[in-house]
């Protein structure tokens, strides 16, 4: 299955029990709210699928794992209403992959910021190389990784997340990434999608009724993230409007 147009690209390709999907965007694989609620709608398809026990996410091209949201959307936004709405798109996301029936692994190529992090830290198990830097954006343009901060500070600690957040143009190395447990395995790129395949291949072997259950298991105390992420957009949709975040927002895309 292919979907693909200007906001961007979504394919899944099946191999047995296991479906890779993979996403792209132009903009260093940044997200357009289309995107985004197309990808959420696959990771929902794809836990009623009684056919696939793992999912692998991915991204397109050799660089960029995922630069987060799209900064010309953000210009866009004119109200706190329609800024909540963009938001709530990663709220989605995120609890798309957390209720999702099926185990997810993660693979990222290169380079992540705000909710290409986010989304690496909502995968199960993920596999990374030394090129896979992550750096939170947020703050240096105006607002604060508030939707994903559940996530990445279930995965890495807040302390971590703190280090990282107030850092705004400060990127940490995947080293560091690895030794705060964003990722699971640190690879050499060449070996990268065999580690990846070999790791799904060996996961989609076992008793899919026990993967289920380990996936509740792995994402228990998570329940008030149906509220907790959509409160969370509605901060960031408003802070989204400020002088100082409509000024930085134009100073980035220049």
């Known amino acids: 299955m292919s ?25 260093s694989n940044s997200f357009p709210r289309q995107l985004l609620d197309r990808l959420t709608a696959e990771i929902n398809s794809l836990s009623r699928n009684e056919n696939v026990s793992v999912i692998i996410l991915k991204s397109e091209g050799a660089k960029a794992f995922c630069s987060g949201a799209s900064f010309d959307e953000l210009l866009q936004v004119e109200n ?10 990663f709220a989605h996301l995120l609890n798309a992959m957390r209720n999702c029936n099926k185990l997810i692994i993660g693979r990222v ?3 992540a910021v705000g909710g290409g992090v986010g989304i690496i830290s909502a995968c199960d198990y993920t596999f990374a190389t030394i090129l896979s830097d992550v750096k939170l954006s947020e703050l240096a343009i105006g607002i604060g990784p508030f939707v994903i901060e559940p996530a990445v500070s279930r995965k890495i600690g807040k302390t971590a997340m703190a ?7 400060k990127w940490k190395t995947a080293e560091w990434a690895f030794n705060k447990g964003l990722y699971s395995v640190l690879c050499d790129a060449a070996n990268l999608d065999w580690e990846v395949n070999n790791f799904a291949e060996k996961l989609s072997s076992y ?10 298991i792995i994402w228990e105390g998570t329940e008030n993230w149906e509220s907790l992420l959509f409160e969370r957009a509605t901060i960031t949709g408003k802070l989204v409007l400020s002088d100082f975040s409509r000024n930085a927002l134009m100073q980035f895309k220049k």
């Not at 280090?163 to 143009?169: D, K, R, S, V, Y």
């Open 207 to 216: 008793n899919p009724e026990a993967l289920y259950e380990m996936k509740k």
């Open 80 to 89: 706190e209403e329609q800024g909540t709405e963009f938001f709530s798109g």
């Open 109 to 111: 190529q290169g380079k």
């Open 3 to 27: 979907l693909e147009n200007t906001n961007g690209s979504l394919e899944t390709s099946f191999n047995n029990a296991i479906a890779t999907v993979q996403f792209g965007h132009p903009a």
């Open 163 to 169: 280090e990282m957040t107030l850092a705004p143009e």
